[in-house]
């Protein structure tokens, strides 16, 4: 199917539904819009930045008319490729529609537009004693309309869960420029499909999310944290899976790699523990049950012969930590100049085993210059391995793309997990979608697809919707 | 290696390491302010990527967006991938500028500190003006030799409203019974403007002046009252001419050190709440954040508050990377916003280091008609001495 352009008058249209300070063709922004964190690039024919549900609404419309691609962004963190245009056509930029527009406490929900910032709005909460729990990496930047789009999850899903556990309703503007509200305010309701959750995690495939309810719930009045650090993964996953059989839920049960734990404290200026493989574990409650809490993961923990172990209840050190944590992924940008996530979620039991088969993929690929480190959310399955190599050379470039052929179809999937845990498909897992959902699963979602967005404007070529695999750039 | 010299190109591996992880979104000032990528830290960092490979040739657009950026260093602490954004939008505008596509307002302050050896192109005898001004003919001795050489900096030597900073130092370090001088017009701006503006080549020159009119003087130890001298002072003059055989602090360091030896005392209780705001050179840029803040909590009566963001996470008011002589507006605004921070903690003071952080503060404070006041730090103790500053 061909799509339209974007012509002198497409651009005389938008800006008179946003004013031309909100509409931009310039080179530069053109190419500050055309990557994420990934490696493609694809540069959109225009730019533009509403600011409110209607303008929103009145570019779908228009677009939905030219039959001109529009694909939403909030602050462009993806590591899948989802916010880039890989047709072309419209970038719609919703960073500018940013205000929380209400603090409920009595019945612990927030409404915000879609642009607000994660850690912006915990800012705001704060001081209220509440919290938005999902805790991407990405939080000190990712949107809530970004979280939405794919159900982040992050450092504290063990305890809380993903993005999806919090979103009460959603005001979603359809490719077709009708506005929808979804679920409803009250805690519980069947009343409907349940089109939120189907939106949640869609990727900007079906709509636009313009506003989000949002259940909150109080901070833990204290923590404490340990570091573990084993010498081999394998013991530092069987310590993990000790803490979790024995029914304790903490905060955070999270892990990084050798090579991550040795940049991610470098940056964030942890010192003092000896390098190896680091399990960190954040336990949150009350003053006086929080200490046992962490004593006994501690000492299950200790059960798989840790090279050492810390406790702390600083809260300076315990933030130093996490921000170590969550800034692994870019601080292996450190090692090598390109770094690549990935995002698989496994079946508990299988994730000892995926781990080791993972850290032998460079071995397996035997580029010089192309590395792997591997950290994430052990406690819930989820890990991310991290390519690094450098793109600019051809033969690394190429191994990468193996690397991924070798992460999802030799490990992740036939041990019975999935291709994504909480970034989304996206462009780069695209072409093994089939391989996990099957051809029939696919088609129902194209089938669905085509209900939202007959005319196939939104967010085209990857994720869920398809046409896919359209994997160019790689 | 990057350099103070290294252009553009040298910036290539820098720029294709930012992975667009976008945590220096967070905080940026002004990225608030333009809302579109290329006026984030991120976002200029992929202009200059394109630049150097070039897709896009300079232009207005890439010089507005390079100048709309206070250089506060959030950024450069913020990135996990270690990327010097810092430098890398420094190098840019010594491209525009070579290119000729700077803002006007650059070239008169490169002109006027080339000729005049200030930003502000008054003469260099007015230099001292600050001296009668603030009535310490008595006090001030010009270009004597002494171990201690205060050097106050163009801001405080020239703004009548800054003055009060340069008085206030010489006043304290007269109490405490210091031997010192100054340079007197021997002294020349520093050179960070320079820097900031993207006319880094006559710095060489700059640096080699004042120093070895430092050294004639005899000074072991040269003390300022500015965040941007001693950022100059202590991190770009050892890449340009290397050692410079001598120590250099800022006057709240010396001031701590004073406190600790009990030799600096307070006889007034001020009662009062006060925040303090770090300035982006002398906190992320040089690390010292705590020296103030003992000095403050030191003082009988005062209340110290803690800003929202505070210490690395600062937010720049505004009055530095020369944005306020590109883009006053946002300057001003950048100022409001942190007057709105010290509302939120109830603070009656916003105390600083820094002459430029008081002047953009003070003019945001004149047009709200705000009730808060803005010290410097040196105001501040003189008081608590009881030493009668202007």
């Given at each position: 199917m061909a799509y339209g352009r974007v012509s002198e008058g497409t651009l005389r249209e938008l800006e008179g539904i946003i004013g031309s300070e909100g509409v931009s063709t310039r080179p530069e922004e053109l190419y500050c819009y055309s990557r994420d964190s990934t490696l493609f690039a694809f540069k959109p024919d225009v730019v533009v930045r509403p600011k409110s549900t209607e303008q929103v609404a009145?570019?779908?419309?228009?677009?939905?008319?030219?039959?001109?691609?529009?694909?939403?962004?909030?602050?462009?963190?993806?590591?899948?490729?989802?916010?880039?245009?890989?047709?072309?056509?419209?970038?719609?930029?919703?960073?500018?529609?940013?205000?929380?527009?209400?603090?409920?406490?009595?019945?612990?929900?927030?409404?915000?537009?879609?642009?607000?910032?994660?850690?912006?709005l915990n800012e705001e909460l704060k001081p209220y004693g509440f919290f938005f729990p999902p805790d991407p990496a990405s939080s000190p930047a990712c949107t809530i309309g970004g979280m939405v789009n794919t159900n982040a999850a992050g450092n504290r899903t063990i305890k809380y869960g993903p993005t999806r556990n919090y979103v009460l309703w959603l005001e979603v503007v359809l490719p077709t420029g009708e506005v929808v509200q979804t679920g409803s305010k009250t805690l519980k309701s069947v009343s409907d499909y349940d089109l939120t959750r189907l939106i949640v995690g869609s990727e900007g495939s079906l709509g636009v999310v313009t506003k989000v309810g949002l259940k909150i719930v109080p901070l833990p009045e204290s923590y404490a944290t340990a570091s573990l650090v084993y010498d081999s993964i394998g013991a530092l996953a069987r310590a993990a899976t000790r803490i979790r059989l024995a029914g304790i839920v903490p905060e955070m049960l999270e892990f990084m790699d050798r090579k991550t734990t040795g940049v991610a404290f470098e940056y964030a200026g942890v010192k003092g523990l000896p390098e190896g493989n680091l399990l960190l574990v954040d336990c949150g409650g009350s003053k006086e049950a929080v200490g046992a809490i962490l004593k006994k993961c501690v000492d299950l923990g200790e059960r798989e012969k840790p090279m050492h172990v810390e406790q702390t209840t600083d809260t300076a050190y315990r933030e130093k930590l996490i921000m170590a944590r969550k800034a692994a992924l870019p601080a292996l940008a450190r090692l090598r100049p390109s770094t690549v996530m990935e995002d698989c979620a496994l079946p508990l039991s299988k994730l000892p085993e995926a781990a080791a088969k993972v850290e032998e993929i460079p071995r397996r690929l035997n580029v010089e210059g192309l590395d792997l480190g591997n950290f994430g959310h052990i406690g819930d399955g989820n890990m991310h391995p991290t390519f690094t190599f450098d793109e600019r050379v051809e033969e690394q470039r190429a191994a990468f793309f193996r690397g991924l052929d070798i992460l999802y179809k030799e490990i992740v999937l036939p041990l019975g997990g999935s291709l994504t845990g909480e970034h989304g498909i996206g462009l780069i897992r695209a072409p093994y979608m089939e391989l996990e959902h099957g051809s029939a699963a696919v088609e129902l979602m194209r089938r669905l697809k085509r209900l939202f967005d007959p005319n196939l404007i939104l967010n085209p070529g990857k994720g869920k919707g398809g046409p896919y695999p359209l994997r160019k750039g790689g | 290696m990057i350099t103070i010299n290294s252009s553009l190109a040298d910036f290539r591996e820098e720029v294709q390491r930012c992975m667009r992880c976008g945590f220096c979104r967070a905080l940026c000032p002004t990225w608030d302010f333009v809302g579109w990528e290329s006026g984030s830290p991120r976002g200029r960092m992929q202009i200059i990527k394109v630049l150097l490979d070039e897709e896009v040739q300079v232009n207005e657009y890439v010089a507005d967006r390079m100048y709309k950026c206070a250089l506060c260093g959030y950024c450069l602490w913020r990135c996990p991938s270690g990327v010097k954004t810092t430098d890398a939008i420094r190098a840019a505008r010594d491209h525009l500028v070579r290119q000729g596509y700077h803002p006007r307002v650059i070239d008169e302050i490169d002109g006027r500190i080339g000729e005049n050896h200030n930003p502000y192109g008054l003469s260099k005898e007015d230099r001292t003006q600050w001296i009668a001004f603030t009535g310490l003919d008595d006090l001030v001795k010009t270009g004597k030799g002494a171990e201690i050489l205060f050097f106050p900096g163009c801001v405080a030597s020239f703004s009548s409203r800054a003055m009060v900073v340069a008085a206030a130092t010489s006043q304290i370090l007269d109490a405490l019974g210091v031997n010192w001088t100054i340079l007197g017009d021997e002294e020349w701006c520093c050179g960070n403007p320079l820097l900031l503006s993207g006319k880094s080549e006559p710095m060489k020159r700059v640096a080699e002046h004042n120093v070895n009119a430092m050294h004639r003087l005899g000074a072991k130890m040269v003390v300022t009252s500015c965040a941007g001298c001693y950022r100059t002072f202590t991190q770009d003059y050892p890449r340009v001419i290397g050692n410079l055989g001598f120590q250099v602090y800022h006057v709240s360091q010396v001031l701590e050190n004073m406190l600790n030896q009990d030799k600096l005392k307070f006889s007034r209780?001020?009662?009062?709440?006060?925040?303090?705001?770090?300035?982006?050179?002398?906190?992320?840029?040089?690390?010292?954040?705590?020296?103030?803040?003992?000095?403050?909590?030191?003082?009988?009566?005062?209340?110290?508050?803690?800003?929202?963001?505070?210490?690395?996470?600062?937010?720049?008011?505004?009055?530095?990377?020369?944005?306020?002589?590109?883009?006053?507006?946002?300057?001003?605004?950048?100022?409001?916003?942190?007057?709105?921070?010290?509302?939120?903690?109830?603070?009656?003071?916003?105390?600083?280091?820094?002459?430029?952080?008081?002047?953009?503060?003070?003019?945001?404070?004149?047009?709200?008609?705000?009730?808060?006041?803005?010290?410097?730090?040196?105001?501040?103790?003189?008081?608590?001495?009881?030493?009668?500053?202007?």
């Open positions: 009145a570019i779908l419309g228009l677009a939905n008319r030219e039959r001109i691609p529009v694909t939403p962004r909030g602050a462009g963190t993806s590591a899948a490729g989802s916010p880039l245009p890989v047709m072309g056509g419209i970038l719609m930029d919703m960073s500018a529609m940013n205000r929380i527009l209400s603090v409920d406490l009595e019945n612990q929900a927030v409404a915000v537009e879609a642009g607000v910032v994660c850690d912006a | 209780d001020l009662d009062v709440t006060v925040t303090y705001h770090d300035p982006c050179e002398l906190g992320r840029h040089t690390g010292v954040y705590e020296p103030p803040r003992r000095i403050l909590r030191a003082i009988p009566g005062i209340r110290l508050v803690e800003l929202p963001n505070n210490r690395f996470l600062t937010r720049c008011c505004g009055g530095g990377g020369i944005l306020k002589a590109t883009n006053p507006e946002i300057a001003l605004n950048l100022a409001h916003k942190k007057l709105e921070e010290a509302h939120r903690v109830k603070a009656k003071i916003i105390a600083s280091s820094c002459p430029s952080c008081k002047l953009n503060l003070s003019d945001a404070i004149a047009a709200n008609e705000d009730p808060t006041q803005t010290l410097d730090i040196t105001e501040i103790v003189a008081q608590a001495m009881n030493l009668k500053v202007m």
